[in-house]
């Protein structure tokens, strides 16, 4: 196991102590999602990256395209 598989871990551990004992799946995810998100230096959360229409356009035309030669 790696150092980084490691404090994935230990930060799941730790997020698990904190919910509360009747918490949901979603709770769960929610948490997970916060830690997954991007962080700036002083650990406070990045804001999100926003794709310009035509790039999101483009993606979803080659994801199309890939479901449809499945």
Known sequence: MTT???????EVRALLDR???DCSFADV???IAVL??????DGSLAPPQR??????KRRLREWLKSEKDK
């Open 4 to 10: 980084e598989n490691a404090n994935v871990k230990a």
């Open 19 to 21: 919910l509360p004992d």
């Open 29 to 31: 995810q929610r948490g």
């Open 36 to 41: 997954m998100w991007p962080k700036r230096e």
């Open 51 to 56: 794709l310009e229409p035509e790039e999101v």
